[in-house]
């Protein structure tokens, strides 16, 4: 990137809500049913028919702006945003305008150990489309010579939060989509998985001389359907505007598709030129009242969420990297770190072992998730504070553990790997070791320094291993000196 | 509201554009015509910005109550047959219709 | 006097004390129908058989002691705005030909369960876009006091059915006096209940915030009843009030004594007959006579109602009507595009006021204008609203002229403007969003009649109807069409 371009990234996240029912109807919301199974007069618009507001899905928004320290509008309205598309039944999408239901918070991101607040504007309360199928070849929307509708998914409940244009780079909008997914995800109100559309992101870039110039025009991007993409696609994006105005062109506002294949940003130029959505108030439907006593309640079913659970971490010992690490791992990671140092282990000890050989393991073994005795972690942690066991034979002792051999005394003591800590039993192996080779002795004496490592590896051989080598050392330079 | 922001009359329409926000694909001579009505309703129309309104609140709901939810529950849907013989045309348990964009 | 053109009332009692059946009723309506619908053309679908079933089953369910009320046996005839599972519902629209939705609107499922016999579904304008049912794309309905001339609209099948006597009651839909005024034009009794006390689901919206379904009957006490069987909370219309409902029949027989009226002075002068004000003032001597206070009061900003009313109902309408563009149901005009189909059906579909609704909310919810039309129009609402709130406090209930005419011949007011002065006396009480009935006291000099309007404060339907039973009998109106005497 040429010195003096500062890219301005604000991403907007729709989020299906996995309650039920539909957001204004009795409809199931599923994923991957027959067309056209899950539909009704509402949804489908049917004449005559009426929306009537989901409480759960008002219940979950008000959840996730207090997840992301939003302000709740004790009062706020829906409205219809008018244009007309194939698969929008009604024509008109009902969604929020002037007074969402949550706005100005914010969210935590962590990139290369920096920590950045990017600003929430709002997340506002809205309904899902139908899918249009555009037949033809490929697929693609230009080459289609037909289009197929199912309505399953239109009126399911989406929640669309709108950050404000904080992000400064490819990697700080991969980490903030990152996040929020993480936070979705355990407040446990989405599926939040992104290959089934239930968490998708548009991200609106542009790019200007220094952070105190005005913001230059902005380009929205549509279609990353990975983390990665949305990184890729933000990145080219960035360079491409770049690139456009250091050639003295200029950039146009547009609606920009990203295209994972070419990894290319191109043009979606549609008929559509207007955007004149004419909204007003959704009369239909009556206002929306959050009242304190409600919000309070919902705050108080909240979990806790990842940065106050590495704020935590942070407290019990646990070093920041690990600690960011391990307070956006999986459940069952999280619970086993939670489990073992509640059974006495040092938790940044645990910590490390967790995140560091547990992970791992998991890896090496191509498994999703373990299912561990914590209290035998615990007590191998301990075990190595007490110098029974090895670095590389607690290695062996988790591999046990972990494939449910047993606690850890039963693993180190069936796979002998428990520390010679007799130092009585390791002084006589040291002696008849230096009895058997007096060439070394006197090679060591004659000023040959690393015949001691020789010597070592013979005591340890004479005892299986299982004496600690430090020890070992330490007492041959003593005999020898 | 600041009432310099209050149209002049007589209200001029870009009634193509007008039309086409609102998906009416109608002939040139009756665009004409509807524009010429529709100004002279406008006019009369536009006399509520005669009222004082400052401070006014605008009436959403005329009996102004709030928080009517349902239930999350599933109460079921329609049988797909019979949502598919009311299409004009359907294919496979779609509806079908033309392609989104023109061919050229 | 044929059984057609009892009162629901005496139907009903005569269904109890075995005098006739609701079949006997049923094929009286049907032949009255038979007679006058090729000059009234009141319906858009009689469903004969249907009809004589549901009267055959509540013949039987009374025999067997299983009383559901005043409606059991009635036969009934419904706006075709209102959906009716299986049977054609098109709001008189090309749009919706042949359309049968797969629902029943919460009243029709409500006359169902109150036993009441469907005769079918009533012409209106299309859309219910309209003051003569001559907007429909079925052809117009005529008023049964004179073909000549228009039954008034929207729900002008509706009231010419309950006037020629093819139905003992109707329902109708009022978005801006769409029950009131043709019930005026065509001497029966409409009756606009409090917004959200009857359920809008299934009824095809044209305004949301100002359509109301309410009866149109011969009688006060008839509206009663039709009111009681359809109002009250449904959770399937979010707008639908959810609290207690008065008791609808508690002031029925209180008289006037004591009550004060208020007369709107703005409701008069230019554009208003002489007959329709002489007809008034008449009203008000007798209720007057008959102890009520009758003072005047002024609403200034009713003068603006029209102006507001021509804002936002079409607004919403440029929504609800969104959904009709040849996707999903209804008719399809091809087109090589999914937009140009959309516009191609839209503009074929629809009919001229239609249209010329649509295009006046798309523009008047655009880019640039909303505050000075949308905007300013709902905050006019507020301040009509809070002089209405204020009036109330020093009367019981509001009086005015229905309409400022009676019934007008076909093309009489093809400027769109005039048509929509025939609302200018109703449409305040739908921006309130209060209860309103018209009610017939009288002929002009032509034999064409007149109604008087009362409205009365929000839930306030138990006042408004002892009002107006006060004045249906103080009236004595009995006269009835000549094409009714000529069969009866
Ligand atoms: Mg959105
Ligand atoms: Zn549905």
Redesign the pocket.
Known sequence: MSVGWEPVIGIEVHVELATQS?MF?G?AVSFGEAPNTN??P??LALPGALPVTNGKAIEWIIKIGLALHCEISEWSVFHRKNYFYADLPKNYQISQYDVPVCHDGWLDIDVDGETARIGIERAHQEEDTGKSLHMGEGGRIHAATETLLDFNRA?VPLVEVVSKPDIRSAAQARAYAQTLRQVIAELGVSDARLEEGSIRFDANISVRQGPDAEFGTKVEIKNMNSFRSLEKAVDFEIKRQIAELEAEGTIIQETRHWDEEAAVTTSMRTKEGSSDYRYFTEPDLVPLVVTPEWREHILSTLPELPHQRKDRYLALGVDTQTALALSSADTALRSLFEDTVGAGADAKAAANWITGEVVAWMRRESVDTIDVDSASVAEMIGMIDANELSASAAKEVLDGILRGEGTARAVAESRDLIQMTDTGAIESAVDSVLADNPDAVERYRAGEQKVVGFLVGQVMRATQGKADPKAVNGLLREKLS | MDRSTLLPMPIDIDIAHVARLARLDLPEDELDTLRSQLSAILEHAAKVQSLDTEGVEPSNHPLGFVNAFREDVVTG?LDRDEVLAMAPEARDGYFAAPPAMSQE | MSLADLTITDAAAGLRAGSHSSVDLTEAVLERASMTEAEVHAYLTIDREAALDAARAADAELAAGEDRGMLHGIPIALKDNMCQRGVETTAASQILAGYRPPYDATVVTRLRDAGAVLIGKANLDEFAMGSSTENSAYGPSRNPWDTGRVPGGSSGGSAAAVAAGSALGALGSDTGGSIRQPGSLCGVVGMKPTYGTVSRYGLIAFASSLDQIGPITRTVDDAVAVLESISGHDPLDATSWAGDYPDLTSEIDAGVAGKRIGVVSEFAGEGYEPAVTGALSHTLDQLSDAGAEVVEVSLPTVELALSAYYLIAPAECSANLARFDGMRYGLRVDGETTEELMARTRARGFGPEVIRRILLGTYALSAGYYDAFYGQAHKARTVLRTEFAAAYEKVDVLMSPTSPTVAFPFDAKSDPLSMYLSDVCTIPSNLSGDPAISVPVGLDGRGLPIGVQVMAPAMGEPVLFGVAKTIERLAGFDARPAMVEELA
Do not use: A
């Open positions: 539909k109807c409809c539909v009704c509402t949804c009126g | 849907s």
